[in-house]
């Protein structure tokens, strides 16, 4: 244990094993660690060894009851958030792992002991103005091709939920080895999604016309199948995708970064707060379980939410 942390101690509390120290030599040494995540787990054994002072016990010895009151102290009084205390246990689970190893404890009083859980940040969605301000932009000045190019790619993200990877996977036409096309007699396109999982996604008219104007000044070299392709003929990658979106959204004043992901969130938060059939887009957006999908009925809610709060007259009143 460092010294600094040992003055620190009372005369009367029991210490963290000097031991300590040799575990994040070892840690520094074999598994190569940044010095970041070392000073991060120096900084977990200095709150065990506070703890253990706390409570009058020996680090070596430690009862049952006592971890989990130490998380709980963790989380009610250190005010550490989630992720924190997740990262402090699995520091500390760690060095009684190297301590067992060691001979030195019999068990490790840290397994199995799980911290708080984080809460899942909900996907960001742009509103329906934003969104459709976004397709409807044009681009001033910009070539011809750049222009319908974007477009064309604003459409399929929003219009048809697709993922990049699913959108840049798409062919002209069918073939035996293509991942994915569109079909615009049928005005839809076949994607392959997660898991090799083929869907069918439905495409508007205003889809339908981007791509159309798309394909006209659309170039390639000879013998590329891909559907949107860059200046120099062949497939368009998702940075190329995540480059030009970013740059048509910041054009168009949108007050947020724009990802292609971000459309497909706005997609399905816009389909349930219109239709409010989960399973339809549960289907739409190809996920395999609906659990995966009710994560909109949190975004549908805010939508809701805020509806109420600007408009009926004992919304915000005390």
Known sequence: MPEALA??????APRLPEFGAA???QLRVTRRLAARTLALYESALERLAAEAARDGVDPLRLAG???????????????????????VLSAWRGFYRWLGREGRVASNPFDGLRGPKAAKPLPKALSVDDA?????????????????LAHALVELLYGGGLRVGELTGLDVQASRDAHGWVDLDAAEAQVLGKGGKRRSVPLGAPALAALRAWLAVRTAKPGEAALFTGVRGGRLGAPQVRRLLAQ???AAGLPTHVHPHMLRHSFASHLLQSSGDLRAVQELLGHAHI??????TALDYQHLARVYDAAHPRAKKK
Not at 7 to 12: I, N
Not at 65 to 73: C, D, F, I, K, L
Not at 291 to 296: L, R
Request: net charge positive.
């Open 7 to 12: 003055a620190q101690q009372p005369e009367r």
């Open 65 to 87: 009851h006592q971890p989990r009151r130490w998380v709980a102290r963790l989380h009610a009084e250190g005010g550490l958030a989630p992720r924190s205390i997740a990262l």
């Open 23 to 25: 575990w994040l030599e």
């Open 132 to 148: 459709v301000q976004l397709a409807s932009y044009a681009l001033a000045g910009a070539e011809l091709r750049a222009e319908r």
């Open 291 to 296: 659990t995966t999908t009710q994560v909109y």
């Open 248 to 250: 048509r959204a910041l």
